[in-house]
């Protein structure tokens, strides 16, 4: 399943693609361990930070709309980006996610090193089953 980013470059010129997975392999890639209140144990995710993915397509962003399969969508600003440095994972422990392990991409905080985004306000920008990510 692919991922959609859209928004507008920094030049002003409109961008929308249509990202393969192995295309966001190609990125630059992080991975931390962190406990979600979705799993039962500690987790370790690998993919490529939301920040990087804004740069390297040279994406002009206040605020981001990130879209869900099933039609959830949350806005963040880019200053919530920044501070929290989310992930769009990829992987946990190893193992491509699937659709019904919140896949196949999952926007992802350290709960490890920002302990405050467990309060529910956080815990709903991390949005599972990421199909869209429009640059507002």
Do not use: C
């Amino acid at each position: 399943m692919p991922l959609v980013l859209s928004g507008k470059k920094l030049s002003g010129e409109e961008l929308s693609l249509v990202l393969e997975r192995n295309q966001l392999e190609k990125l630059p890639q992080t991975s931390f361990s962190t406990n979600l209140p979705w799993l039962e144990q500690s987790a370790t995710f690998e993919g490529v930070r939301l920040l990087t993915l804004l740069e390297h397509f040279d994406l002009s962003v206040s605020k981001l709309k990130l879209l869900a399969l099933n039609d959830y969508s949350v806005e963040v600003s880019h200053d919530y980006i920044k501070q929290y440095n989310p992930l769009v994972a990829i992987k946990q422990d190893g193992r491509y996610l699937k659709v019904r392990d919140y896949g196949p991409y999952w926007v992802i905080i350290s709960l490890n090193e920002h302990p405050e985004a467990a309060e529910t306000k956080h815990l709903a920008n991390m949005v599972w089953q990421l199909t869209v990510i429009e640059a507002l």
